[in-house]
Nanobody, 125 residues
Framework: VQLQASGGGLVQAGGSLRLSCAAS????????MAWFRQAPGKEREFVAA????????YYADSVKGRFTISRDNAKNTVFLQMNSLKPEDAAVYYC???????????????????WGQGTLVTVSS
């Protein structure tokens, strides 16, 4: 599975961005798709995830109410709509996919077999 992330950029605090992650076919390889982020000097952390089949969504507490993850089945694409951005949201955002991710491991990097290249989000204060 190949993942291509895009949509990062520079935005002022309070602004919005929408990230996209296009996945190659082979849907059986990605029952869950997720976004993680990594700020300089910090560990990569879970942001949001979506089950491809049922569409159930999951969010880190830090982004609940501000970020929305969604999918477009026809385009094999997952989106992350980010609103009310804060300086602490600045990071490289990575999309990830896993064929057998279960809810108890959804926030763990090791649960995902495939990763995109990352897209940089910069938030100015």
């Amino acid at each position: 599975v190949q993942l291509q992330a895009s949509g990062g950029g520079l935005v002022q605090a309070g602004g919005s961005l929408r990230l996209s992650c296009a996945a190659s076919e082979r849907t059986f390889s990605r029952n869950v798709m997720a976004w993680f982020r990594q700020a300089p000097g910090k560990e990569r952390e879970f942001v949001a995830a979506i089950r491809w089949g049922g569409g159930n969504t999951y969010y880190a507490d830090s982004v609940k109410g501000r970020f929305t993850i969604s999918r477009d089945n026809a385009k094999n694409t997952v989106f992350l709509q980010m609103n009310s951005l804060k300086p602490e949201d600045a990071a490289v955002y990575y999309c990830a996919a896993g064929p057998s991710v279960i809810q108890s491991t959804m926030t763990r990097r090791g649960a995902y077999a495939y990763w995109g290249q990352g897209t940089l989000v910069t938030v100015s204060s």
